[in-house]
């Protein structure tokens, strides 16, 4: 949370908290969660908060929520935008339809370079934590108390320090914030390396007396040092074991029902935990050590879950309450741990009650939301955590900042929590919010991407539904790794099986089986494509024809023209034939050549089918290019697609699949480059081919008919809209399926949407 931030089977086998006796979580099944008819919580709407940004502001401008809090009636959500440098309001009253409600900048209650760090409602006001910090050494902040019906700043409270979060007790009596004072990561300390600790000022936590909740003027702030004041360590962090006890960086508070206050020092793994009334420290302990097998630890493109980090500091970033006895942290880690997980601790021994071990990383490969390009770093990096009860049911959520999900569990038993289901989210979920009394789960994303398209956005979840909307596929097993969903194709004779392949997103190919009889549809098997020395290859395949004569076509994309190929697979998966493009083609194309293929067989032999994305530069403008290839001949058959137009900067047009309908007669995806609520032309499109072939030379340009619009259907998951539409194909069972590229997480949120859009005999009708 900090401004200079962004902000299974084998587990835990080893705890620096030496004699605890600790629960660990095995690996979730594919069928995991609620199945049991208990309520699931499903999307209702998501919403850029670009959209809530003041008139004069660009559209390509920062903006982000961070962390939320909500009226007392539950209907108006209020976040912190420390790009922006304000706080943000939105009319959530009708959870389907997100309104924004403007903004209220921090430059108009003080200086431009204030920064919104956490917020929380008191009554009829929120109050919202700033850092005014003008260096590293000389942090500063303070609390405005703003009315929220006419947005007046009525008070304003010096914390003496930097601040991060923010928490109020269950009897608001009182509210709590860490003060961070935290650490330049560039700095050097006397005779340590750069970013080291101690850095000083040290860190302590704020609490104010609410005393009468409708008179701010009452308030008093009343200050607990986490050192001495001489400035050594208090003798109950050094006898805790904290990595530098003189310099604690508070980073997040809790209070339970009791009221005590819990206080994570993540820098210093470890746990504080104060007496909210007294202003008393009680208790300190390290989160400890933990060692965690089976999971991915290497950034080179290739889903390895054989890894292991040894004796790494947990070094939590949230705490939560799950009752008043047990404690929950998400170990994202800083700059010596992180444990990719979550931990139940027990608040009267120090110790580790329940660990989440590999248990997360797990579930994220299962559900295509592995970020392969933080495997070598701290993983799915769990930063957010929330607890509350919903119809008589505690529930905790944690929130991957890395892997863009909240994995929801029944904690009914701290000492067994049950994992319930995933939420997808948009990139970097930060701010986790309950909103028990309607039913709702808030969640804000940090991340904002405006080159990308991908924005930062506020997503509401409601419980209630018998069935969880997400995901809509998943591997049957956590050690099948998956995702760039970019391609897909029946299998002949089998009326509920497809297949896909994984694209330049992995540094090698594998051909996915798809089982569509289950809900969510699973991922049964994983067959890597190989040389004829059996090494794995990497081929950016962007198209996959399962053949009824056994193995497989693949549509592979080129960085250049040239490298452009159909390259055939046998059913062992060895690389058997390689078709290269004619040169004239070649030649006029740069990166965006094949993208999808299919294939037809006859009595004159087999005939493959490839769409070319783009137009070539020697072809006319707008029009791109659908290859028949002979494979007796070797000869190329090529006809005209004309490409629908679009006036948005940096936006285009392209084809991104082909599958076969019978009859000379094909389906193709037409598709912008746009997503979220910019997204406009995700289309499926017929064409038919003339029975006379095109003389040498020509290019005639096919008649298009409309067949899909797939714009609502995306629209439907009530997220953010992808952008890839690109996998189609008609399945034994006469329905059509789409799949969406997840870019492997690449300048994308993750989230794959897999599902049928209904008979092929009524969208494909003549």
Known sequence: MSRSTSRAIAVVAATALAGAAVAVATAPSASAGNRGGAAFFNRTDTYAVYQNRPSGDAVADETVAEISTVTQDGRTMIYTDAAGKRIGFLDISNPEKIKGLGTLSLEELGDTDDQPTSVTVVGDYVLVVVDTSKSFTEPSGRVDVIRIKDRTRVRSIDLGGQPDSIAVDKKTQRVAIAMENQRDEEATPAGGEEGDLPQLPAGFVQIIELGRVTNPASWTAHRVSLTNTDGTALKSLKDAGLDTPTDPEPEYVSFNEDGTLAVTLQENNGIVLIDGAKHKITRVFSAGTATVTGIDTEDDGVIDQTGSITDTPREPDAVAWLDNRYLATANEGDWKGGTRGWTVFDSKTGKVAWDAGNTLEKLAVQNGLHSESRAGKKGIEPEGLATAEYNGVN???????????????????????????????????????????????????????????????????????????????????????????????????????????????????????????????????????????????????????????????????????????????????????????????????????????????DKSGEHVYAVIQRASSTDPAGVARIGRYDVRTGDWTWYGYQLETTSTDGDWIGLSEITSLGDNRFAVIERDKLNGPNARVKRIYTVTLPKTDPADGTLPVLKKKLAKDVLPDLEATNGWTQEKLEGLTVGGDGRVYISTDNDALDDSTGETVFMSIGKASKIFKK
């Open 395 to 601: 529930y905790a959520f944690v929130g991957s900042e890395r892997s863009n999900f909240v994995a929801v569990y029944d904690i009914e038993n701290p000492l067994k929590p049950k994992y319930v289901q995933m939420l997808a989210t948009t990139n970097g979920p930060e701010g986790i919010l309950p909103i028990t009394s309607r039913g709702l789960l808030a969640v804000s994303s940090e991340v904002d991407d405006a080159e990308s398209g991908v924005r930062a956005t506020v997503s509401l979840y409601r419980i209630g539904a018998k069935s969880a909307d997400f995901p809509q596929i998943q591997s049957a097993s956590s050690d099948i790794g998956w995702g760039t969903l970019g391609a897909l194709s029946a299998v002949p004779g089998k009326k509920n099986q497809l297949v896909s392949v994984t694209d330049a997103g992995y540094s090698t190919t594998g051909i996915l089986t798809i089982d569509t009889s289950k809900s969510p549809a699973r991922i049964t098997k994983r067959l890597a494509v190989t040389d004829s020395s059996g090494t794995e290859v990497g081929l950016d395949a962007e198209g996959v024809y399962a053949r009824p004569q056994g193995g497989y076509w693949l549509a592979v994309e080129g960085a250049s023209g040239a490298e452009n190929k159909l390259v055939r697979v046998s059913a062992e998966g060895v690389v058997a034939e390689s078709v290269a493009l004619p040169e004239e083609v070649a030649a006029g194309l740069k990166s965006q050549g094949f993208e999808g293929v299919t294939a037809t067989t």
